[in-house]
């Protein structure tokens, strides 16, 4: 079987394609992903030893503002994107068994215009259930398309979202499929995400709720067991001592990323805590020298995490998903997209603390701590990791190789 897998995204978007394409390996697939050029994402795929097809500009860049916006910022990365990825996948799929592709809508939609261009099945697949269509949910705001105030009912919103959608990328999408000689799509989003889109999330932390339109397949998070040794200073520092509360964003920018880490590191000591502080893209640095602080960059966070106190963090369904697998209880600072519901869910779980607002001040870090630290806290998560379904890579691969895999599909053309 030939599989290419796609994203258009961050560390945490990439990274479960990593786990999938081990998975599909091990089944004797041959896997090809597409990917952006950021050089963590390629070392991280030649790691496991999976190529990777550099695919559209830095989310780096773009993420941290060395990208500089222009007046048609969204509609031109928009047309780049779907172009880049129409291109790329058209270019190595040929002969291919199936596409999946995960990440920014333009960038799916160039995938699925190489699905039709080469005559091959598409799968979409989403990391977390609130950017599909659901009575139970309201959609994430599309750029510069904040939700009505005055809106509440979860279908009208949906129903505007598809306006939206439509709105913001048709034109690009549009005018590429022309120049390729693919017919418009009229309903961009529902004909990108399809009548049946995966689901590749927790069932507990990320369950997707009946009734609903759409016939999703949850699969279960897509993970892989991270068996990287943490750096040796690291471990010298986390044999020192009580265990330490772990601070990073992630591939996400903060305001103020100094006030931010010194709240932070300030907070976490008036707990009696020591503290790892993650540089990520937010660039966070230490804000001292003093020897209970440890500043960390690229590093396992499944190892970290499972000797860490607690874990305060953007919300980012990557970084989410492992820290509850970890089973270590987590503070949530939600900036943006999908993060604010993460936030509610480790909330609603128990098993954290969601901090009300994006930039987190001594005081509001102070109180949302002592939640996350305390004894039952920490009960909870060791009993929801409990639960984590950690198969949902092998679930997908399986997935694949029974609806996909050549043998099947001859079997098919042959009856």
Same mark, same amino acid.
């Given at each position: 079987m030939r599989v290419v897998l796609s994203a258009y995204d961050s560390r945490g978007g990439v990274e479960p394609l990593v786990g999938l394409a081990v998975r599909l390996r091990e089944r004797g697939a041959e896997v090809l992903v597409c990917a952006p050029p950021d050089e963590e994402f390629a070392k991280r795929l030649a790691e496991v030893g999976v190529e990777m097809v550099p695919t559209g500009a830095s989310v780096r860049d773009l993420v941290t503002g060395k990208t500089p916006p222009t007046p048609g910022g969204v509609p031109r990365r928009a047309a780049e994107l779907v172009a880049a990825f129409h291109a790329n996948v058209t270019a190595v799929a040929e002969g291919f068994d199936v596409l999946v592709a995960t990440g920014l809508v333009p960038a799916v939609a160039g995938v699925r215009s190489a699905a039709e261009t080469l005559g091959i099945p598409y799968v979409y697949a989403s990391y977390q259930p609130v950017s599909l269509p659901s009575p139970?949910?309201?959609?994430?705001?599309?750029?510069?398309?904040? =939700?009505?105030?005055?809106?509440?009912?979860?279908?009208?919103?949906?129903?505007?979202?598809?306006?939206?959608?439509?709105?913001? &990328?048709?034109?690009?999408?549009?005018?590429?499929?022309?120049?390729?000689?693919?017919?418009?799509?009229?309903?961009?989003?529902?004909?990108? &995400?399809?009548?049946?889109?995966?689901?590749?999330?927790?069932?507990? !932390?990320?369950?997707?709720?009946?009734?609903?339109?759409?016939?999703?397949?949850?699969?279960?998070?897509?993970?892989?067991?991270?068996?990287?040794? =943490?750096?040796?200073? !690291?471990?010298?520092? =986390?044999?020192?001592?009580?265990?330490?509360?772990?601070?990073? &964003?992630?591939?996400?920018?903060?305001?103020?990323?100094?006030?931010?880490?010194?709240?932070?590191?300030?907070?976490?000591?008036?707990?009696?805590?020591?503290?790892?502080?993650?540089?990520?893209?937010?660039?966070?640095?230490?804000?001292?020298?003093?020897?209970?602080?440890?500043?960390?960059?690229?590093?396992?966070?499944?190892?970290?995490?499972?000797?860490?106190?607690?874990?305060?963090?953007?919300?980012?369904?990557?970084?989410?998903?492992t820290a509850t697998w970890a089973g270590v209880p987590q503070v949530l600072v939600p900036q943006g997209g999908d993060q604010p519901y993460f936030a509610s869910r480790i909330a609603e779980l128990g098993i954290g603390a969601a901090h009300d607002g994006p930039t987190p001040t001594f005081e509001s870090l102070s109180e949302a701590l002592r939640s996350a630290l305390a004894p039952e806290t920490a009960a909870r998560a060791t009993a929801v990791a409990g639960t984590f379904s950690a198969d949902g890579a092998a679930v997908a691969a399986d997935l694949l190789f029974e609806t996909y895999g050549s043998d099947r599909r001859q079997l098919g053309d042959q009856a």
């Open positions: 139970h949910h309201p959609p994430i705001p599309r750029p510069g398309r904040p =939700l009505p105030a005055d809106v509440t009912d979860h279908r009208e919103l949906w129903e505007r979202d598809a306006r939206d959608a439509q709105e913001v &990328f048709g034109e690009a999408v549009n005018t590429h499929r022309a120049s390729v000689g693919l017919p418009p799509l009229d309903d961009l989003r529902d004909q990108v &995400f399809t009548d049946r889109p995966w689901l590749a999330a927790d069932p507990v !932390l990320a369950p997707w709720r009946q009734p609903a339109d759409l016939d999703v397949l949850q699969t279960g998070a897509w993970v892989l067991p991270d068996e990287r040794p =943490l750096p040796a200073e !690291l471990v010298a520092f =986390l044999d020192a001592g009580t265990p330490p509360v772990y601070v990073g &964003f992630g591939s996400v920018p903060v305001r103020d990323p100094e006030d931010v880490a010194r709240a932070a590191v300030e907070a976490i000591r008036a707990q009696g805590r020591r503290v790892v502080l993650s540089r990520g893209w937010a660039e966070l640095a230490g804000v001292d020298e003093q020897e209970d602080c440890f500043v960390v960059g690229e590093v396992n966070h499944q190892a970290l995490f499972r000797r860490s106190a607690a874990v305060v963090h953007h919300g980012g369904a990557g970084t989410t998903t």
